[in-house]
């Protein structure tokens, strides 16, 4: 039988409605594949190995009893630990929520349940999100599938570790300065950041919330659209939620595979690329520019003057938003409780306590930050200039936008670096952010495709923007590189990765 795993999730999904096999087989192929590969990159954090054999045989009796099922059921997928299961653990990465379990599912994981999907467990992050690189876990660090000494990117470095080793089909990330493409970039995987508002942010725990947007981390554009469409749409318990359908994604990854970008606009932003980038991630770049324009595409320069101030923007209004809703951390309510070891037993005494003992060395550089921005006498000149600078970046997409329908830049402008390489720099670390940030500042949409390896065999990605409730044009543009990639490559990228296990 060929190996399950090394399907795309769509091509499970077909031979499954065909009978050639069934959920069963496919979720313990990947259980299976966990068990061997997770003693060498530990992208789980949780596997529900019970849960997610029990939900595969609901499907396979529901399927040979011929009832209608969505086109993603008996698919396993498996979901960033800051998102909340109910009757699973979800920590966030964090030693102050180890143990507990949700009372409640967040929307996309109703709507994942509600498709029968079986989830195959939890996966490692940054600390409550924050970070490039997943060593920031309280649980330890996750390895990249491409070489064990690199990170698999961050914060969501789990799910794409997890997808990019064959440990899982599917995955769900968070995207709050570039954590789902990030990862996607340096792992040789696809990640998309929904438009903001598109997906449901009900149940995730919060870093900070005019940011944070969930998405798929997948093997192919299509499987990302399928998984986009299951999640996607209005939520009335999200406030921030639009509440419009979303455009047909999959109808666009469908078409842009055929390969005719003809009448499609392509942005080359100057602030995202050039000095700073490594030599091979400025070159496949500049090799899949090529490939869009024997698509049919025309490539146009367009300049966003004030993208180069994003970094700094949003490491003041990430940490200021992060300091608000960590504030409920204080072991009173849920969670770890560290009471003081000598003294009185008072409020003040077990939070200080419990957050000292509960986050780690990132969470707490950033809770500092954020409070000292939102002080009284520092609000106007930090947090409050960070928020025009924000509306200027935005403007600049506008602007961008009337020349060109897409944009596009490398996703990250190195290939993953060495465990442990920046932990001791986090000005460094940060600036791995650098061509993901601006999107999250304006809540455009937008997608990292795998286009090839640098000069040191290793993954890079290739970035592309659309505006505000336009994700289908990332589809387009995304799948129409992939199959052209694919084509020149005579097969995924993923194929070329060491094996493990």
Known sequence: MTDLTRLSASAVAEKLRAGEVTSVEVTQAYLDRIAAVEPEIHAY?????????ATARDVDARRAAGEELHPLAGVPIAVKDVVVTQGMPSTAGSKILEGWIPPYDATLVERIRAARMPILGKTNMDEFAMGSSTEHSAYGNTHNPWDLDRIPGGSGGGSAAAVAA????LAIGTDTGGSIRQPGAVTGTVGVKPTYGSVSRYGLIALASSLDQAGPVTRTVLDSALLHELIGGHDPRDSTSIPEP???????ARQGALGDLSGVRVGIVEQLQGEGYQPGVQARFEESVELLKEAG???VQVSCPHFEYALAAYYLILPAEASSNLAKFDGMRFGLRVEPEEGPVTAERVMAATRGAGFGDEVKRRIILGTYALSAGYYDAYYGS??????????????AFE???VLVSPTAPTTAFKLGEKLDDPLAMYLNDVATIPANLAGVPGISVPNGLSDDNLPVGFQVLAPAKADDRLYRVGAALEAALEARWGGPLLDRAPELG
């Open 386 to 399: 960070a928020q025009k600078v924000r509306t200027l970046i935005q403007r600049d997409f506008e602007a």
């Open 297 to 299: 595409a025309e490539v």
């Open 166 to 169: 064959f440990a899982a089909p």
């Open 246 to 252: 979303l455009p047909d994604v999959v109808a666009a």
């Open 403 to 405: 020349q060109a329908d």
């Open 45 to 53: 954090l949780h596997v529900s190995a019970d849960d997610a054999l």
